[in-house]
């Protein structure tokens, strides 16, 4: 209970502040994203990568990344071949099953969590699977309308990526950035967490459970928030790693369905209900979820 109160608890209530706003005002959700994309989540990003001490931990983050992934995307496959799903119904599992939340939602558990040094791996970590979510994560949304070419394209259009350059190009250059730049970044950056919360509550107000399909629903809800954090301790124990980076990656495997990929699949007609359905149940599920984790984890 005490890390429920401690942890999770704050979370939520910003979660449920976005919400309700929502559901009274009826706001259109989309210019916020739009300034937490293109000014607040850069600023923390580079804020992040400019002060990291780069070393093999974060290349450990891209091998469990990659592995990870190809992993939930062949436990998809399988469930599907078994069942006989089409390859709609495929794709819109894989979104909502192999991409978690793990920044509107990862990044302040692990903050209120782990502190400073697990939230610096968390957005890092947050970083790595935007990019990894524009490229798989419209592949299968889009499933032969878009290639390789469309998922470049979309991740250079994020400022997010450029952020990342600038900063490991200073950072590894040893490039000095000005004080009064850098206040500036300061005072912006960390107001990004809260804001992205808010949008994710306001997000979570527009979804609507219709056409429950409980089998699917209930493989998508497993494999999210169970087997995944599985399969992350699984490659954690073939990799040596520094023990919050092992904490953090579990829990972030073990977040929510990205909301991102309700508009991917929105945007590409793939299976729009199920993937609402399957964001907004585990969501909720979450909850009780990530505080039992939470409390194996120590």
């Keep these: 209970m005490t890390i429920f ?17 929502q559901k009274w005002k009826r706001l259109d959700i989309r210019p916020l994203s739009t300034v937490a994309i293109y000014i607040f989540t850069p600023l923390l990003v580079f ?27 062949i436990v998809n496959k399988i469930y599907c071949k078994i069942r006989k799903h089409d390859s709609s119904v495929e794709s819109g599992l894989i979104l909502s099953t192999a991409f978690m939340n793990s ?22 970590f947050l970083v790595l699977q935007a990019i990894i979510m524009n490229f798989f994560g419209i592949y299968y949304a889009a499933r032969g309308k878009a290639g ?6 979309a991740v250079f259009e994020m400022p997010p990526t450029y952020a990342v350059i600038i900063a490991l190009i200073l950072n590894l250059g040893g490039i000095k950035v000005p004080e009064n730049i850098l206040s500036a970044v300061d005072l912006v950056g960390p107001a990004t967490i809260p804001l992205v919360m808010v949008i994710l509550g306001m997000q979570l107000a527009e979804i609507k459970l219709t056409n429950m399909e409980l089998d699917k629903i209930s493989f998508g809800v497993i494999a999210r928030l169970f087997l995944s954090p599985i399969i992350a301790f699984g490659i954690i124990l073939l990799i040596p790693m520094d023990p919050i980076l ?9 977040m929510p369905s990205a909301a991102t990929t309700v508009l991917y699949a929105v945007q590409f007609d793939t299976e729009p209900e199920l993937v ?23």
């Design 47 to 73: 804020q992040t990568f400019y002060r990291a001490e780069l070393n093999k931990q974060y290349a450990i983050m891209v091998l469990f990344s990659a592995l990870l992934l190809i992993a939930l995307i």
């Design 148 to 153: 390789f070419k469309f998922a470049l394209k």
């Design 103 to 124: 920044g509107n939602y990862g990044a302040p558990i692990v903050l209120f969590a782990y502190g400073n040094t697990g939230f610096a791996y968390a957005v890092s």
């Design 5 to 21: 109160i401690q942890v999770v608890m704050p979370v939520l209530l910003i979660f449920l502040l976005g919400y309700g706003i």
């Design 246 to 254: 092992q904490k953090v990656l579990i829990l972030s495997a073990a």
């Design 276 to 298: 609402s359905s399957i964001t907004l149940i585990t969501t909720l599920i979450s909850i009780f979820s990530i505080t039992t984790l939470l409390i194996i984890l120590g």
